[in-house]
């Protein structure tokens, strides 16, 4: 038996940007890892306010790619998903720099993916990191005719009827171990989605693929939900959100079902959006012309495969 099959080489890859804070505690929680043959990437999104080099100086065994600009979840990720292949990388897992882990974690996601051939994309419970007894996520299957993400076990309550493997349309971007060989057949993350739904987009097709998602709930990971962009209902989060919700229907399903829940999105999640964004009663004006923006780039890129208002929006 080869060495990778006794333990395959599994490349970690966290984006930074402008966040040593939480970066550095990912990193710390990291050391403690029991899984013995992986190595961390950093890669820098474009940092302006010396994180980069702060972490650089505190963590020396982790290996740092910059990234002058910052290039979104996908762009940033792909640079260390690229590295990570040329590297040897049997595994790539893509961690949230605002995630702290167990020690065991990736034992448990290794040795299911070893012991399941067809099981491509495996991802761990997401718990909160404020409420570590509550699930933020597991996962979950998509809704092509709403155009929208039912996720298992979201706000409930850890328990033993969230113990069992389960197959997924697709596990959560905030840890997210894929097979070198999912990588080899269907490339890197869709880099028109910046932010949000590229890894339910990466996903989707693997199973085109042939490949199996799974969450693996016994692995365990704690998630500071929605620091990237700030709390959920920020602007830029509702923009992302308005828009690449309809764009990973389209990209994936077509334009009839694009159609279809295009009249969802019209009917149930603007106006629901939009009271959620009275109800904090911060940027409402802001985050409401965000949301008819996301709406508005989602309609542009079907008409011309680009986008009208992007660059007003990315940080």
């Not at 006794?6 to 939480?22: A, T």
């Not at 299911?112 to 933020?136: C, N």
């Not at 869709?190 to 097709?205: G, I, M, R």
């Not at 962009?229 to 690449?244: A, C, M, W």
Request: proline share 4%.
């Amino acid at each position: 038996m080869s060495a990778t099959r006794i333990c395959p080489k599994v490349f970690i890859v966290i984006l930074n940007w402008n966040n040593s804070p939480d970066t550095a505690e990912c990193l710390r929680s990291l050391a403690k890892v029991k899984y013995p043959c992986y190595r961390v990437i950093l890669v820098d999104n474009g940092s302006r306010d010396g994180s980069a080099e702060a972490l650089e100086k505190g963590f020396p065994r982790v290996t740092l790619l910059r990234n002058p600009v910052n290039a979104g979840f996908a762009g940033g990720n792909n640079i260390g998903i690229e590295y990570s292949l040329k590297s040897g990388a049997d595994y790539v897992l893509l961690l949230n720099n605002d995630t702290t882990v167990s020690p065991e974690f990736l034992d448990i996601l290794v040795a299911f993916g070893q012991s399941h051939a067809r099981a491509g994309v495996l991802g761990p419970k997401v718990l909160y990191y404020d409420d570590p007894l509550r699930i933020w996520s597991m996962g979950g299957h998509f809704r092509r005719a709403r155009g929208s993400m039912d996720t298992l076990g979201h706000n409930q309550l850890d328990g033993d009827r969230f113990g069992e493997n389960i197959e997924m349309d697709y596990v959560p971007g905030a840890s997210i171990l894929i097979k070198r060989e999912v990588l080899e057949k269907v490339g890197l993350l869709d880099t028109d989605y910046f932010f949000f739904a590229e890894e339910s987009d990466f996903c989707l097709k693997a199973r085109r693929k042939g490949f199996q998602v799974f969450a693996v709930p016994q692995a365990r990971i704690w998630h500071k939900a929605s620091r990237a962009l700030g709390h959920e209902y920020s602007p830029s989060y509702i923009y992302f959100r308005s828009r690449n919700r309809l764009l990973l229907v389209y990209k994936n399903f077509g334009l009839s079902y694009f159609i279809y829940s295009l009249f969802f999105h019209l009917g149930l999640y603007l106006p629901y959006t939009m009271a959620k964004v009275i109800l904090t009663k911060k940027n409402i004006l802001k985050s409401l012309i965000f949301l008819g923006l996301g709406l508005a780039d989602a309609l542009a890129y079907v008409l011309s495969h680009k986008f009208a208002f992007n660059r007003l929006i990315i940080p």
